[in-house]
């Protein structure tokens, strides 16, 4: 089994920073890609950024270029710099984690960590 720990969301105006942290512990051998999921009221969960163990990042369109996903593979933590906050931005942030046991996919999830942008 592998635990995801979110921290570092809160309230922040438009236009402010946050960043999020997520560490990963117990069975991280065979981790893949991690990145972070958002749950916003009235829309589908949406996959905000990835990042693989090579450090390859992706991005939701809407977030390109005021995020940023980092990873340290040797504590196991990614990060997300957030910048630019919209209050479109506002949801709980989900770590995931992708690992590969044996050929078969596993996901885990972290609890969330909530992020209000405000006007």
């Known amino acids: 089994q592998v635990q995801l720990v979110e921290s570092g969301g809160g309230s922040v105006q438009a236009g402010g920073s946050l960043r999020l942290s997520c560490q990963a512990s117990?069975?991280?051998?065979?981790?893949?890609?991690m990145g972070w999921y958002r749950h916003t009221t009235g829309k589908e969960r949406e996959l905000v950024a990835t990042?693989?163990?090579?450090?390859?990042?992706d991005y939701l369109d809407s977030v390109r270029g005021r995020f940023a996903i980092s990873r340290d593979n040797a504590k196991n933590v990614i990060s997300l710099q957030m910048n630019g906050l919209q209050l479109e931005d506002t949801g709980v942030y989900v770590c995931?984690?992708?690992?590969?046991?044996?050929?078969?996919?596993?996901?885990?999830w972290g609890r969330g960590t909530q992020v209000t942008v405000s006007s």
């Open positions: 995931h984690a992708e690992r590969d046991w044996y050929g078969s996919r596993l996901d885990y």
């Open positions: 117990g069975s991280v051998r065979g981790i893949k890609s």
């Open positions: 990042i693989t163990g090579d450090g390859d990042a």
